[in-house]
């Protein structure tokens, strides 16, 4: 198994009257394990363009009913660029440039209706974005010439 | 305007051949701008003891933690589930109105960017009736 970990810390002198630092590490874990680390990855950068509204991750029957993890940044600096991200139709909320979002991530094949494909789309501008999916498997496709 | 960073380290000594080092941090802007966000709901805990749907944030609703999250722009969420891993079965699901995000097992947190619009409630689904403790935050505008 492999030992990953995700760090957060958030901090701000001026937000509060008081200082905000908060900060929490976590292990990812195959979920119904108690210590037992993901031990597959994919990482990707892209430059997705504006005007369509993509799959950036896709459903699979590897990754149904466990834990997934997803980190995904827009790279761009231009603060008016931003991707939309959504789950199917579901709007999450919206990247602007050198935003981060980092989150668990289920993969559900019950329905359509339920479709938990990880979405995204570019507004004003492209925009290069880099992603992670920490996971516990993929579907390897049988070479057509196997 | 207020400065608000969220950093993120994520690495791995043993999931490839080298070692994996992400760092990244993003200032909190308003929508379009450099202009630091300045609204937040602080940072609250909320308890359950339910097995069925709890809302966590409902924006736009009077005289709850969301009353003043309105606007579809820029606002970023901060949830992490406070509960010891215990045998690992045991997770809170998260969700924006019916769609399930994912689960967020004892220990876990997440940071998300929030369509904070009327409606867009999050909301979390705990395993059983373990008492689940999460804590969250909203940064808005």
């Known amino acids: ?146 | 305007m207020a400065t608000t960073t969220a950093t993120i380290t994520l690495s791995s000594f043993d999931i490839a051949d080298n070692a994996l080092s992400i760092s990244n941090t993003s200032t909190f802007y308003t929508a379009g701008t450099n202009t630091g966000i300045t609204e937040t709901t602080g940072l609250a805990r909320k308890k359950t003891s339910s097995g069925t749907n709890t809302v966590l944030i409902e924006p736009g609703v009077a005289n709850s933690v969301g009353a003043d999250i309105t606007a579809d722009k820029s606002a970023k969420v901060y949830i992490k589930n406070t509960n010891d891993r215990g045998d690992g079965t045991k997770y809170v699901t998260i969700m924006i109105l019916t769609r399930e995000i994912g689960r967020l097992y004892g220990g876990d947190w997440m940071l998300i960017p929030y369509k904070a619009a009327s409606g867009k409630n999050l909301e979390f689904t705990a395993y059983d009736t373990t008492e689940t403790t999460l804590e969250y935050c909203v940064f808005y505008e």
């Open chain 1, 1 to 146: 198994m492999a030992t990953t970990t995700a760090t957060l810390t958030l901090a701000s002198s001026d937000l509060l009257t008081d200082n905000l630092s908060l900060s929490s590490t976590m292990n990812l874990y195959q979920g119904g394990t108690t210590a037992t680390g993901l031990e597959q990855m994919n990482y990707h950068r892209a430059i997705i363009p504006t005007g369509t509204n993509f799959d950036l991750i896709e459903e699979s029957d590897a990754l149904k009913d466990n834990s997934n993890y997803v980190y995904i940044i827009n790279k761009n600096t231009d603060v008016t660029d931003y991707v939309t991200l959504s789950i199917n139709d579901e709007v999450i909320g919206h990247l602007y440039a050198g935003d981060w979002a980092y989150f668990p991530w289920s993969c559900n094949l019950s329905a359509a209706a339920t479709d938990s494909t990880i979405e995204l789309e570019a507004n004003t501008h492209e925009c290069i974005v880099e992603y992670a999916l920490f996971h516990v498997g993929e579907t390897l496709v049988t070479a057509t010439d196997a």
